[in-house]
């Protein structure tokens, strides 16, 4: 258990619909970063916050939005559905270190999300 | 922009013998992170091991070692006596230094199986 978690555990939805995926980082940690792990494209960064603050962005689609808030808890959200948006969506959160957070991510159990 | 190549998308080992994953990885940066990741069929991503590219000692972790060759940019995993358990998917990873951005880029991965 890497103290990351992550939910719901699995969500089907529709296309076009919007869903919200929720992550609480270990405690302690500042920094929250979210992934996409899809077949075809594998694993891929799509934004991280920093003590609630949007710190780097990635591949996120512009129908995609994140926030982290006060308890540091983050939350993201993903609208506009797509069939190709069916993927595993992980958080990971890593220990604050001077001026960032370059420092080793622990990994929440993932979303799986489907898109029907 | 950084990349991580994994050349070996599977592999299969006996039970109880060693096995090498390769990375290699290309980035113009000097100081950064490498590290392996684990995902077993519950998706879970597992840290295995941690490399600091300005550490010339290579990291070890129990029975899993690197060999990091900086000047190559090389990462390998060494799995010494393979257990059942060890079946998964491996992901190496690269991870800047210093900066802001803390995001990690990954290989698409080298699936391996241990066989009783």
């Known amino acids: 258990d890497s103290g990351v978690t992550q939910t719901p555990k699995h969500l089907i939805t529709a296309t076009g619909q919007r869903v919200t995926l929720r992550c609480s980082p270990r405690s302690g940690d500042l920094s929250v970063y979210w992934y996409q792990q899809s077949l075809d494209q594998g694993l891929q960064f799509l934004i991280q916050y920093y003590n609630g603050e949007e710190r780097a962005k990635g591949n996120i689609l512009e129908r995609f939005s994140a926030q982290q808030f006060p308890d540091l808890h983050s939350e993201l959200n993903l609208s506009s559905l797509e069939l190709g948006d069916s993927a595993l969506y992980f958080c990971a959160s890593s220990v604050p270190t001077s001026g960032g957070a370059t420092d080793t991510q622990y990994f929440g159990p993932g979303t799986r999300l489907t898109v029907l | 922009a950084q990349t991580v190549t994994q050349s070996q998308p599977e592999m299969s080992v006996q039970e109880a013998e060693t096995v090498t994953l390769s990375c290699t990885y290309d980035t113009s940066e000097n100081n950064y992170y490498l590290f392996w990741y684990k995902q077993p069929p519950s998706r879970q991503m597992i840290l295995v091991i941690r490399q600091e590219a300005y550490k010339q000692q290579n990291a070890t972790e129990n029975r899993f070692s690197v060999n990091f060759q900086k000047a190559a940019k090389s990462f390998s995993l060494k799995i010494s006596d393979s257990q059942l358990g060890d079946t998964a998917m491996y992901f190496c990873?690269?991870?800047?230094?210093?900066?802001?951005?803390?995001?990690?880029?990954f290989g698409k991965g080298t699936k391996l199986s241990v066989k009783p």
């Open positions: 990873a690269f991870m800047e230094w210093e900066g802001s951005q803390g995001n990690l880029i």
